[in-house]
């Protein structure tokens, strides 16, 4: 399978039921979605990955039969894009407010990716900004539940507020 989706869908800020519709429609610069397997995220397995020069996000074939993991781990690549076009002020931000929750000592993620990311801070402090950045855009922005849901309640909502603010993104 290989498809597109367009910038409509980002703009109006929030991922709908109707998800998949808007994902096919093709109009602005596309990005590609290819079905991959034996995908890596370092040393350890994954099931997807973005490669922004290409404008292709890789996504394991497992996920056909996850419906609301297709959609988090989809809007989590997705947003790979977005992270590229964000700009170093809002990027800056960003890390200041994960700069604020480790100081607090904030525990837990808003998904794998982010969180083994987080156990080996400092030294991966620059990947663990990109990754929380795109792991807080699934969980605010595909909705649903998942065991990978572990940072509390209180810095969940201030990072669903930054997020709300500093839409729309562009990819
Ligand atoms: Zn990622």
């Given at each position: ?63 056909k ?82 065991e ?11 990072r ?12």
């Amino acid at each position: 399978m290989n498809s597109t989706w367009a910038r409509p869908l980002l703009d109006r800020c929030r991922l709908r039921s109707d998800f998949l519709a808007d994902v096919l429609t093709p109009a602005g610069r596309a990005v590609s979605i290819q079905w991959s397997a034996g995908l890596r995220d370092g040393a350890r397995d994954a099931v997807a990955g973005a490669d922004i020069r290409r404008r292709v996000i890789h996504l394991h074939p497992s996920l056909k039969q996850r419906a609301a993991e297709y959609r988090r781990i989809l809007t989590h690549e997705m947003f790979h894009f977005v992270w590229v076009r964000l700009g170093n002020p809002k990027r800056a931000a960003w890390k200041d407010l994960l700069r604020a929750e480790l100081a607090a000592n904030a525990r837990g993620e808003l998904g794998w990716s982010s969180a083994w990311r987080k156990a080996e801070l400092p030294a991966r402090f620059d990947e663990y900004t990109c990754e929380a950045f795109c792991d807080t855009a699934a969980w605010v922005f595909a909705g649903g539940a998942s065991e990978e849901y572990t940072l509390g309640p209180k810095w969940r909502e201030r990072r669903r507020a930054w997020m709300l603010r500093m839409a729309p993104y562009h990819y």
